[in-house]
C-alpha cells in the first residue's frame, strides 16, 4: 500500500497561471480532503469530499476547485495563480464516517511569482 | 477565527523531561480530539486521540489530559526524547463530521 500519494512536490507558478496538484489513495477510503499549510497557522481545510461525486467548501475554499471522479483521485485546481496562494498542500483521506484518522500524503510546496 | 486555539508556539525541553502542549476550544460541538505529530518534510501523522467521555488517554509516553468543563486539551510527552523533536498539531472534529480543525502547531525541540 503506497497510502496518500501526491504529486508534484514541488512547484513555481508565474501570477495568473493555473494547475492541478494530483492526489491518488490506494485505501478505498470515501473521504478526502485538501490543506493549506502556512507558517504559525495550522492548516486549513479547503475542500473535501465524502465520495465519488460529492464535494463542499471547507475554510478556505476561494481560488480552489475540485472534482472527485472516482474513489481513488481528488485532484485540486488552481485556476489563477496568486501569490496568497504560496503554501504548502496536503491532502488526506479517512473511512467510513466515525473511523476519524485522517492519512496524510507528504504534501505540495506550491510557491506563486 | 481560529476554532482550536494551541499554546505555546515552540517549546525546547531537555532529553528525559516533561513536555506539555495545550489546546482551547469553544465550539461545544467538538467530539473528537486528536493529537499529530509532523516531522520536517512530511504530512502530518496521528499521534493519540480522545474523545470527551473520559478524562485521560495514555499510550505509551504520550497522554491526553481532556477538561470537558474548561474546553481544554493537552498533551503530555513523558521522559521526551530527541527523536520526538517535531511539530505538533492538536485538532477538533465536530460531531457527526470528519472535519478537522487545527490548532497553530508547537514546534517541539528536545535537547540530548
Known amino acids: 500500500n503506497a497510502g496518500v500519494t501526491q504529486t508534484p512536490k514541488f512547484r513555481i507558478l508565474k501570477i495568473g497561471q493555473s494547475m492541478t496538484l494530483q492526489c491518488t489513495q490506494d485505501m478505498n477510503h470515501n473521504y478526502m480532503y485538501w490543506y493549506r499549510q502556512d507558517p504559525g497557522m495550522g492548516l486549513k481545510l479547503i475542500y473535501y469530499?465524502?465520495?465519488?461525486?460529492?464535494?463542499d467548501k471547507g475554510e478556505v475554499p476561494n481560488g480552489y476547485n475540485v472534482s472527485r471522479s472516482t474513489t481513488e483521485d481528488f485532484p485540486l485546481r488552481l485556476e489563477l495563480a496568486a501569490p496568497s496562494q504560496t503554501s504548502v498542500y496536503f491532502c488526506?483521506?479517512?473511512?467510513?464516517?466515525?473511523?476519524?484518522?485522517?492519512?496524510f500524503g507528504p504534501g505540495t510546496r506550491l510557491t506563486v511569482l | 477565527q481560529q476554532q482550536v486555539k494551541q499554546s505555546p508556539q515552540s517549546l525546547i525541553v531537555q532529553k528525559g523531561g516533561i513536555s506539555i502542549i495545550n489546546c482551547a476550544y469553544e465550539?461545544?460541538?467538538?467530539?473528537?480530539f486528536p493529537w499529530y505529530q509532523q516531522f520536517p518534510g512530511k504530512g502530518p501523522a496521528l499521534l493519540i486521540a480522545i474523545r470527551p467521555d473520559v478524562s485521560e488517554k495514555k499510550e505509551g509516553r504520550f497522554t491526553i489530559s481532556f477538561n470537558k468543563s474548561a474546553k481544554q486539551f493537552s498533551l503530555h510527552i513523558m521522559d521526551s526524547q530527541p527523536g520526538d523533536s517535531a511539530t505538533y498539531f492538536c485538532?477538533?472534529?465536530?460531531?457527526?463530521?470528519?472535519?478537522?480543525?487545527f490548532g497553530t502547531g508547537t514546534r517541539l525541540t528536545v535537547i540530548p
Open positions: 488526506a483521506s479517512s473511512g467510513l464516517a466515525g473511523v476519524n484518522e485522517q492519512f
Open positions: 469530499s465524502v465520495g465519488a461525486g460529492i464535494t
Open positions: 485538532a477538533a472534529t465536530p460531531r457527526g463530521a470528519n472535519n478537522l480543525f
Open positions: 465550539n461545544t460541538a467538538f467530539d473528537y
